[in-house]
């Protein structure tokens, strides 16, 4: 289950991505405002942040509530987490 979860999580910071493509945001730190190094894009094309803006977000604490899934991701893995308890029983 954690793997399908890091898989849907990474699948989510994709799409997030394609979207700032589309906004023509992508490449610019969310914190900073600053570009993003091509560097830090060929390693990870999907970051929000550059450099000094994950720098912040990691001081701050504020890793983690970047990453949470959406809603809909919750809902769906609501009714598979019920049924694998119910076939332990």
């Known amino acids: 289950m954690v ?9 989510q910071e994709v799409l997030e991505a394609i979207r700032r493509i589309e906004r023509g945001t992508y490449g610019v730190c969310e914190i900073t405002g600053e570009p993003i ?3 830090r894009l060929s390693s ?4 929000r942040y550059s450099l000094e803006g994950q720098q912040q977000v990691e001081q701050q604490g504020l890793a983690r509530r970047s990453s949470l899934p959406s809603l809909e991701g919750l809902a769906a893995t609501e009714p598979v987490e019920a049924e694998a308890e119910e076939e332990s029983d």
């Open 3 to 11: 793997a399908a979860s890091a898989t849907h999580g990474l699948i």
């Open 37 to 39: 190094t091509a560097d």
């Open 44 to 47: 990870v094309p999907w970051a």
